[in-house]
């Protein structure tokens, strides 16, 4: 048997523990975890080790060597994909490859944003968390060849969502993608995305305010926008030189940095064509890990930066003394963030990330000052919130229950 492991500073579980001659379909592993993962092709079984909770995968060995390089390379281009730990060969009896990937935490499989009451608005978030997907793999030249909900984890990210990429099996690394691979690789999502909430609606799932046609239409044209945003040439003239830097902010804004800029000017100099020639995801993100070491996701960091300003001006009113932002942001870390995540008894800190807490706590605090028309603080508005709404939601660190 061979085990090719990721190498990490963390500890690594003992995979050899498991009944790793034995099909996966037949193990019956006492650390195994019933998980809704929707429709694949190969076996995937789940299962609980002291380190926490992976995903096993069952396929033949060149496939599995190929995600798995396909993954580290995705994950090192800083595309949002579940960690993958290693691969486990040579088992035995013509048996297949195990692919090892870690359970990303807090993260919510389609299936359970359609059949629990009360998260219509998360619904809303799904094309566009997919469309920015499948833009962030695009800009790296990858072609997925399989979108599909079943492929795709989401997590809530201040409110709205953010997507993962599960399954890679079927994708393709290229230098650039050409019009007509992006083109097509949509299509497959349309299509993909279309059948899943057909299956949600024959069994009854799919709210009745969701139209699957509108849907896809919707995912083409946020998707359509948003490239254009990231890659189109813009042409200004020489004196409104000042709408490339309005382009510039418009895409921190979207959550992506560029890196590398095309500039080139006329034969007149009258005119300046303009074109973002390397782009990346994670502005805010990049931002707030800068400032405060936090690692949190994009929206969340710009909930994030946003309070640490807030935060800063109130200072320099009450002190009259405008500090450095590092320093707010070290004061803000210390006074805010700590002491309204440590106001969460720890039994139900695994309701939602760090992250998503300290955001609904801020909405939490936002509504008690407009009801009390009087200041909150945020520590007070996390025991506020610890007593009266999380109690009654769900456990989302690892979401195990079967569907």
Not at 184 to 191: R, V
Request: charged residues 25%; proline residues 4%; contains cysteine.
């Amino acid at each position: 048997m061979r085990l090719q492991l990721v190498t990490t500073h963390d500890p690594q579980p003992d995979y050899l523990d498991l009944p790793l001659r034995q099909p996966l379909a037949e193990w019956t592993h006492l650390g195994l975890v019933e998980f809704p993962i929707g429709i694949h092709r190969h076996v995937v079984r789940f299962v609980e080790l002291e380190q926490g909770l992976f995903a096993l995968k069952e396929l033949p060995g060149r496939l599995a060597d190929r995600e798995f390089s396909l993954l580290r390379h995705l994950a090192e281009e800083g595309v949002p994909v579940v960690e993958v730990l290693g691969v486990i060969s040579e088992r035995g009896d013509d048996l297949e490859d195990i692919l090892i990937t870690r359970h990303l935490e807090f993260s919510l499989p389609f299936r359970f944003l359609f059949a629990r009451s009360g998260i219509s608005s998360l619904r809303e978030s799904i094309v566009d968390s997919i469309a920015v997907l499948l833009a962030q793999l695009h800009l790296v030249g990858f072609f997925w060849g399989d979108c599909s909900l079943s492929n795709t984890l989401f997590r809530r990210d201040a409110g709205a969502l953010a997507a993962w990429v599960v399954d890679t099996e079927t994708g393709e690394l290229h230098d650039q993608l050409s019009p007509g691979q992006r083109e097509l690789d949509l299509d497959i999502a349309q299509m993909n995305i279309f059948g899943g909430l057909l299956d949600l609606e024959a069994s009854g799932r799919l709210p009745s305010d969701i139209d699957p046609t509108e849907v896809v239409e919707n995912l083409a044209n946020r998707y359509g926008q948003l490239w254009e945003e990231l890659t189109a040439e813009q042409s200004v003239e020489f004196a409104q030189r000042h709408l490339i830097d309005a382009r510039l902010a418009r895409l921190n804004e979207l959550g992506f940095d560029t890196t590398e800029v095309s500039i080139t000017t006329g034969e007149d100099g009258s005119q300046i064509r303009f074109r973002p020639a390397v782009v990346e995801a994670g502005h805010h993100a990049r931002e707030l890990e800068r400032l405060t070491g936090l690692r949190l996701l994009e929206n969340q960091a710009r909930r994030m930066l946003n309070d640490v300003r807030s935060y800063g001006a109130w200072l320099a009113r009450r002190d009259g003394l405008e500090l450095p932002e590092a320093v707010v942001a070290y004061r803000w870390l210390n006074e805010i963030f700590e002491p309204a995540i440590d106001a969460i008894p720890p039994d139900l800190r695994d309701r939602r990330s760090p992250g998503e807490l300290f955001h609904e706590i801020l909405f939490h605090r936002d509504a008690l000052q407009s009801m009390l028309q009087a200041d909150v603080s945020v520590e007070a508005a996390a025991v506020d919130y610890a007593s009266e709404a999380l109690p009654t939601s769900v456990g989302e660190r690892s979401l195990i229950e079967a569907d």
